[in-house]
């Protein structure tokens, strides 16, 4: 073998080894993509587990006593066990441990149920990491230390079985004991807390800020916490009873409160509890304008949003959507087809509501659906010709030819 061929036998098992490289690092690269967005940006577990000031029982790995039951799962919830670093997909029902986290990903959610009246609802793209602080003992309430990165929502009741502590954004916020709701709000870089009953106090620089009902509070890591200021005001609606009548494509639907350009969020739903959301919306303007609504009967809401911080919700309006496929049903007494000339009254029934028309006329009726017209027949070929329209638009006709004998002086 020449020199040349050596040479050039190098050259390919070089450039081999190159693109053998390149590809191994094109792969890795698209493995760290595939990971990024499989996995929420947030705190890592690691970290939040070493925050921790205090140190668990020594027990509590062995005992595996469940703190907390999952409930209420929304499309993609998962767990991980305090002993695991595996991810595995959540189950209705399903018991959790000390030092469990719960991830929540997009339009996801999940409840965790202490107590049938002791419960923390997890909004989509969370994580949440629950640590107990305490060893159970009869009698005294469990003290437990969430974790959150994203959206948590609590509601405890008044039977103080449960002390609850929230860390978030770097700041530690005690619930006091008794009947509590509370929200915290991922507000960019910090977390916004919004106290709805009860209070909650959160570690300060010179001690704790106190967070009365009705008040909210930001919190900024590396920022001292306060002060608490006031909820958003409750937005008033223009209109409580919406009634709505179409035929067959939906009408354009108005939903309008008081209120300046802000942020508002805006929830409708099939139900008076508002289990069942047809939309949920955070806005910009005090109004919403939807085309989509089926026939039907809804409820809506809304509330104020400043800084993350929601305020409560207004009284629950209604909306009702009425089609009509079916024209409306009338009936009308024409005189003979053959009749003397001259004036004589039109009579007749609709359904409430309807509108009648005779010969383009309207004609004002009665609340019972009963109309009277007062005609004049000329001598000859008379045409009488009665509509009525309901308020969908739907019409119905009813005509006849009636023919006039003699001349009286009206006919003339």
């Known amino acids: ?57 020594a027990k509590d790995g062995a005992g595996r006593t469940p703190e907390a039951a999952l409930k209420s799962l929304v499309r993609d919830v998962r767990f991980r066990r305090g002993n695991s670093v595996a991810w595995e997909g959540a189950r209705e029902g399903m018991l959790l441990y000390n030092n469990d986290a719960v ?32 060893q159970k003992v009869e009698g005294e309430p469990t003290a437990y230390r969430v974790q959150v990165e994203g959206e948590l929502q609590g509601n405890l009741s008044n039977e103080k079985k449960l002390r609850l502590e929230i860390s978030a954004a770097g700041h530690l916020a005690r619930v006091a004991s008794g009947a509590a709701r509370f929200r915290v709000t991922p507000n960019g870089n910090a977390s916004s807390l919004a106290v709805y009953a009860g209070e909650v106090r959160v570690q300060g620089k010179d001690g704790f800020v106190r967070v009365p009902a009705y008040h909210g509070i930001t919190l900024r890591r590396g920022v001292a916490a306060g002060p608490a200021v006031p909820l958003p005001e409750v937005p008033m609606l223009k209109s409580d009873k919406l009634l709505y009548r179409f035929r067959r494509l939906p009408p354009k639907v108005r939903f309008a409160w008081s209120g300046r350009a802000g942020e508002y969020h805006f929830q409708l739903a099939r139900d008076p509890r508002f289990k069942n959301l047809v939309l949920d919306r955070k806005l910009a303007v005090p109004e919403l304008v939807t085309g989509t609504l089926d026939a039907g009967s809804y409820f809506w809401r809304v509330s104020g949003i400043t800084e993350a911080r929601e305020g409560f919700f207004s009284r629950t309006g209604r909306c009702e959507l009425l089609q009509f496929l079916r024209a409306p049903e009338l009936k009308v ?80």
């Open 1 to 57: 073998m020449s020199a040349r061929d050596r040479l050039r036998k190098f050259g390919g098992l070089a450039l081999e080894t190159v693109a053998s490289l390149l590809l191994v690092l094109s792969l890795y690269w698209l493995f760290m993509v595939f990971l990024y967005a499989l996995f929420p940006s947030g705190t890592p577990l690691k970290e939040m587990l070493e925050s921790r000031s205090e140190e668990l029982p």
């Open 103 to 134: 991830q929540t990903f997009d339009r996801s959610g999940a409840t965790l149920s202490f107590a049938p009246s002791d419960r923390l609802t997890i909004g989509s793209n969370s994580l949440v990491l629950v640590t107990r602080l305490n």
């Open 333 to 412: 007494d024409f005189p003979p087809q053959s009749a003397a000339a001259g004036s004589f009254t039109l009579t007749g029934s609709v359904e409430p509501g309807a509108r009648v028309y005779v010969n383009g006329v309207e004609v004002p009726g009665g609340g019972d659906g009963g109309f009277a017209h007062n005609l004049v027949l000329k001598s000859g070929v008379n045409l009488i010709r009665v509509e009525a329209v309901d308020q969908a638009g739907n019409a119905s006709y009813a005509s006849r030819v009636i023919y006039g004998t003699g001349a009286g002086a009206e006919g003339k």
